[in-house]
Nanobody, 125 residues
């Protein structure tokens, strides 16, 4: 139905910035929300941020509030994650996900139906 492809990951110095992008293709009209998750080796997948596709309302994890900003461009079928003031603790594989069934802004991985392949973000300290 929907395919997601992340890009923009890389190596950055602590305190620096990085911008991730997620390109969606397929049945875009059915998307309720788009979310970003991250997972470090040996750790559980962690919610980062989410945005409603139509209304644009956003949700952030406490650990990234004030540092990260999520945005979406419905016309271009993309969602972005601007990451500022990066810390070593932000190092992880970042995944883009799409939800079709939830009515609000889901923050649990199981509430999302489609996932991208992930992009590595490494922050040097």
């Amino acid at each position: 139905q929907v395919q997601l492809v992340e890009s923009g990951g890389g190596l950055v110095q602590a305190g620096g910035s990085l911008r991730l992008s997620c390109a969606a293709s397929g049945t875009i009209f059915s998307i309720n929300a788009m979310g970003w998750f991250r997972q470090a080796p040996g750790k559980e997948r962690e919610f980062v941020s989410a945005v409603k596709w139509r209304g644009g309302s956003t949700l952030y994890a406490d650990s990234v509030k004030g540092r990260f900003a999520i945005s979406r461009d419905n016309a271009k079928n993309t969602v972005n994650l601007q990451m500022n003031s990066l810390k070593a603790e932000d190092t992880a594989v970042y995944f883009c996900a799409a939800d079709f069934a939830f009515s609000g802004l889901p923050r649990i991985p199981s509430q999302y139906e489609e996932w991208g392949q992930g992009t590595q973000v490494t922050v040097s300290s």
